[in-house]
Each structure stands twice: as structure tokens, then as C-alpha cells.
């Protein structure tokens, strides 16, 4: 069984593309995690959410707490943000995470 | 330096051998853990710690034995390793529940 599904599982944009990755869960949570690991394998947190949405630069990410989802959206991309997108749920004292989606942005 | 760290960074090691992996962190952050990472299966968390003294089960915890006798450290040790244990295994830590995680470099551990 999988707790956190996410949506496309590969995804190859153009530089300068609006680019949205999909996560949707199936327990209940009280926090969502983005993260983004890099070719070189390091993890990096972009943000932490418990409702509503959060803008860091081009990066923005919303969830909806009723509808068990979460989408994570990159204005005007560029080839530095390939790299692999993670979504994480916490749900009581575990944490559960997505596959990743592997975004490759071409220039 | 600061920051959090992982030890070694790649390792190889045989069949029912034990082996442990360390983790600093700098911070004092209250919260630490630790993951594996395998292709098809994303992030598990293998066991974490809320505070020195405090540990507890993750998703996967089973051959795996963790301690936390100071705030800045959590080893994670595979008493007789498997090689269903080979994986890439980051630590990460975390100053409270609702905030961003800062994960380690990671650990890529072969077991022949």
C-alpha cells in the first residue's frame, strides 16, 4: 500500500515552463513536506505545510486538506531545477513519502 | 562544521557482519532520524528519536537497532547485516514536529 501517491512519476519541460508536480495522500496528516533531491543525491527541504499555500522565489506549493492533496508548482523554469521532487507526509509519529517525480528541464 | 553529518559516506561490508552508521548534528535539534532510500520504495524511515534517550519505530525498523545517549548523535547499527539491507541510508534532523527536516549527505551501504 502506498500512503502518498505523486503525479507524473517523470516529467521533461522546457526552460521557462510552469511546471506542476501532484501529491495525494491517503491518511491523515498534520504536516506535508516538499523536498527536492539533486542529481548528486543530496535532499534539500523546500517547504513544510499544514494548510493553505507557501511561495519561496518560483516555487509555490499549496494543499488542500479536504481533498487529501498537494501540488507543487515552479514558475519560469530553468535547467538548475531538475532534480527529484519528494513529497512526504507526516500522519501521528510517521513519516510517509512519495516515489518522487524526476523533472528534467531542458534549455 | 557545521550542520548535520553522516559516517562513513560509502561502505562496503559482508554478510552478517555488524556495521554502524553515524550521525552528528550541530544544532541541537530535538528530533533526528533515519531513512533508506531504494529505487521503487522513495524515503522509509527506519527509526527516530524525539529526544537523547528517546527512540522509537519507523516504518521499516527490523535488523536495525538505533541509540541516542547525546542530543547530537544517532548512530544507526545493523547487528548482522543482510543484503536486502543494501541501500543508500540518510540521517536528518529536525528542531520540532511542524518544521523543515535537514537531512544528512546520506550513507550508501553494499552488503556482498
Known amino acids: 500500500k502506498n500512503e502518498v501517491e505523486q503525479s507524473p512519476q517523470n516529467l521533461t519541460a522546457q526552460e521557462g515552463e510552469f511546471i506542476t508536480i501532484n501529491c495525494s495522500y491517503s491518511?491523515?496528516?498534520?504536516?506535508l513536506h516538499w523536498l527536492q533531491q539533486h542529481p548528486g543525491g543530496g535532499i534539500v527541504s523546500l517547504f513544510m505545510?499544514?494548510?493553505g499555500k507557501k511561495k519561496h522565489g518560483r516555487l509555490i506549493a499549496t494543499i488542500n486538506i479536504q481533498e487529501k492533496h498537494s501540488s507543487l508548482h515552479i514558475t519560469a523554469s530553468h535547467p538548475r531545477d531538475s532534480a527529484v521532487y519528494i513529497c512526504?507526509?507526516?500522519?501521528?509519529?510517521?513519516?510517509?513519502f512519495g516515489t518522487g517525480t524526476s523533472l528534467t528541464v531542458i534549455p | 562544521d557545521a550542520g548535520i553529518t553522516q559516517s562513513p559516506r560509502y561502505k562496503i561490508t559482508e554478510t552478517g557482519r555488524q556495521v554502524t552508521l553515524m550521525c552528528h548534528q550541530t544544532w541541537s535539534h530535538s528530533y533526528m532520524f533515519w531513512y533508506r532510500q531504494d529505487l521503487g520504495h522513495g524515503l522509509r524511515l527506519i527509526y527516530y528519536?524525539?529526544?537523547?534517550?528517546?527512540?522509537d519505530k519507523g516504518e521499516v525498523p527490523d535488523g536495525y537497532v538505533v541509540s541516542r545517549s547525546k542530543t547530537e548523535n544517532f548512530p544507526l547499527t545493523l547487528e548482522s547485516a543482510t543484503r536486502s539491507q543494501t541501500s543508500v541510508y540518510f540521517c536528518a534532523s529536525q528542531t520540532g514536529w511542524e518544521y523543515e527536516q535537514y537531512f544528512g549527505p546520506g550513507t550508501r551501504l553494499t552488503v556482498t
Open positions: 491518511v491523515g496528516i498534520s504536516a
Open positions: 505545510l499544514s494548510s
Open positions: 512526504a507526509v507526516k500522519s501521528g509519529n510517521q513519516f510517509y
Open positions: 528519536s524525539a529526544a537523547a534517550d528517546i527512540t
